[in-house]
């Protein structure tokens, strides 16, 4: 039976070029999807990177390494910096070896009139909309039925700092209980990105620096062992905070 993380199952180690999953065109197939490091072709799923083949409970099928540089996929949430407005983008620093873009008018109610107007270095919540090796990846802030969903530009009363790719992807896992952990405790609004940022709200700066390191742990620890030191961390911020 393959050990399960955070409602992760962990599958086995690949290297570029394993076959991962096969599929029998005239056979029943469940449905599947296929996350970065792993490429389709002929029905045969390839791993692309090395690392760990790990599933999600909605058979999400992808490739966990300690990767730093961020490679943008199609529909993944990331986290932006607007870097400057040129013609009718802005171009966005995702984190990635190249700048993204984002057309002004890919917002919500958004028109010539009232296209949402933003300044170098807000940060903004978006989606990938292309993601090629041959262009620039784009973004987009609205779904399918012109509505923000939650996603655009983030508020400036909040923190950003980043996270290893892996502890993103682990902590937007809904199966994963690390972050309602945090939250016996401490208040907060977060965001994270596919691409190793995360938003950060919380009433007190103390607040916001604890839960902070507790993501931070992750990076260090097993997850059963970081959820052990969540309330020993944030009690340590709130000693510091008192003093």
Known sequence: MSPKVGGVKILQVVLPGDEVLQFNPDGNRECIFIGPGLRWQENIIFATRSGVLKKTSQNL????????????????????????????????????????????????????????????????????LVANKDIEPELVCIDVFDNSVGIGALPEDGIMFSIPLHVARMIVNPDN?????????????????FNGRV????????????????LLMLEVMPL?????????MIDSFSVKSRN
């Open 61 to 128: 099928y992808y490739i966990d390494n300690h990767q730093k540089r961020y490679i943008p996929q199609k529909r993944e949430f990331v986290i932006g910096i607007i870097l400057k407005k040129n013609s009718d983008n802005y171009i966005i620093d995702i984190g990635g070896s190249e700048k993204a873009k984002i057309s002004l008018m890919v917002f919500e109610n958004s028109s010539k009139k009232t296209r949402k107007e933003m300044k170098p270095g807000d940060i903004i919540f978006g989606q990938v």
């Open 177 to 193: 209980s690390f972050l309602l952990t945090i939250s016996k405790r401490i208040k907060f609004k977060i965001v994270v990105g």
């Open 199 to 214: 938003w950060l709200k919380a009433p007190r700066q103390s607040d916001m620096l604890a839960v902070m390191n507790c």
């Open 224 to 232: 059963k062992e970081a959820e052990w030191n969540v309330f020993r």
